[in-house]
């Protein structure tokens, strides 16, 4: 059973950054695909980027340029560096991974993600 801690979370401007970080209680990263959801009040969770159990990344349209996923040589943590922060970003982001895909997959659907995190709360005032 892998266990998910996020952390990283918290309160900025617009304009400034925050680095989540997703810590695992096994090695898991390298083997895996890791997705990085976002849900704000009243809205659905959605996807915002992840890495493939290979290494490959894939990012959403209204992220791309702005947040970096990258993952550690462990292969225990991954990282979801975000810049150029704005009021829109404002949600609790949840780290998933899924074990059920290939090695060069990277979904972006909720089902097909079997482990979570309990979420940490990214607050972006403008």
């Known amino acids: 059973q892998v266990q998910l801690v996020e952390s990283g979370g918290g309160l900025v401007q617009a304009g400034g950054s925050l680095r989540l970080s997703c810590a695992a209680s096994?090695?898991?990263?390298?083997?895996?695909?890791t997705g990085w959801f976002r849900q704000a009040p009243g809205k659905e969770r959605e996807f915002v980027a992840g890495i493939s159990g290979s290494g490959g990344t894939y990012y959403v349209d209204f992220v791309k340029g702005r947040f970096t996923i990258s993952r550690d040589n462990t292969g225990n943590t991954v990282f979801l560096q975000m810049n150029s922060l704005k009021p829109e970003d404002t949600a609790v982001y949840y780290c998933?991974?899924?074990?059920?895909?290939?090695?060069?997959?990277?979904?972006?659907?909720?089902?097909?993600?079997?482990?979570w995190g309990q979420g940490t709360q990214v607050t972006v005032s403008s």
């Open positions: 998933a991974v899924s074990s059920i895909v290939g090695l060069q997959v990277i979904p972006t659907g909720r089902m097909s993600y079997n482990y």
């Open positions: 096994e090695r898991t990263f390298s083997s895996y695909a």
